[in-house]
């Protein structure tokens, strides 16, 4: 049996969301017309991400009956987690929109499934009153996480250690390697730690998100 190939640096990394938020009551048209802005969030003159902003993009989409999808149209992943937690701030307390009206008390439910690019690589995201967390049900072998990271903005979803974190970080793995983990990788996957995470924004994942958080500014 032949294993397809590999996701290459170049080719990105797509992440697939099933499942939706619930948002009781459900969000206005007004909401649902300030939630598409997020798309394309704010910028400074000079082109740099707005400050106090979770990403470049967020990746929600409201749903027909006033919740909130990730569409599977995302070239990449984006800090899901993150823009969701921003999102109910927002909404509690209006902030960036500077529009009273984007303001509401509303409760948000769901759980989302992430499958990534990698086949180790799976997630749940969970919403429950007032409260959101990443539940990894799994990571991608170390060569494959170690990609994933690269292509990757800092999340939550994406704060956990690897087991085989020894190893240490290379460029390039040898191909006896590959096929050593990779069955692993798609059978059964590597247990995180922790295996869950609670999600804030804004973050506090220490001196993970400040290494990590520099990428950014190259992420046009
Ligand atoms: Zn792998």
């Given at each position: 049996m032949s294993l397809p190939p590999l996701p290459s640096r170049s080719m990105g990394?797509?992440?697939?969301?099933?499942?939706?938020?619930?948002?009781?009551?459900?969000?206005?048209?007004?909401?649902?017309?300030?939630?598409?802005?997020?798309?394309?969030?704010?910028?400074?003159?000079?082109?740099?991400?707005?400050?106090?902003?979770?990403?470049?993009?967020?990746?929600?989409?409201?749903?027909?009956?006033?919740?909130?999808?990730?569409?599977?149209?995302?070239?990449?992943?984006?800090?899901?987690?993150?823009?969701?937690?921003?999102?109910?701030?927002?909404?509690?307390?209006?902030i960036f929109s500077r529009d009273p009206e984007i303001g509401g008390t509303h409760t948000m439910t769901g759980r989302l499934r992430a499958q990534g690019g990698c086949e180790g690589d799976k997630y749940e995201l969970r919403v429950t009153s007032g409260r959101i967390s990443v539940h990894r049900k799994g990571l991608p072998c170390w060569p494959c996480w170690l990609d994933v990271q690269w292509l990757v903005p800092p999340s939550a979803a994406y704060a956990f250690a690897h087991p085989e974190e020894?190893?240490?970080?290379?460029?390039?793995?040898?191909?006896?390697?590959?096929?050593r983990d990779e069955p692993h990788c798609r059978a059964a996957a590597w247990a995180p730690q922790p295996r869950w995470r609670r999600v804030y924004w804004p973050p506090r994942f220490g001196d993970w998100w400040a290494e990590h958080v520099a990428s950014l500014d190259s992420d046009p």
């Open positions: 990394y797509h992440t697939t969301f099933t499942g939706t938020v619930t948002v009781d009551p459900p969000l206005s048209p007004r909401q649902r017309g300030w939630i598409a802005t997020l798309w394309s969030p704010p910028r400074y003159p000079d082109g740099s991400l707005a400050l106090g902003y979770p990403g470049w993009s967020s990746p929600w989409v409201p749903t027909a009956e006033g919740g909130l999808h990730i569409p599977d149209s995302m070239d990449r992943p984006r800090q899901a987690p993150e823009w969701l937690a921003w999102i109910a701030n927002e909404l509690h307390e209006p020894h190893r240490g970080a290379r460029a390039e793995f040898t191909e006896e390697e590959r096929d």
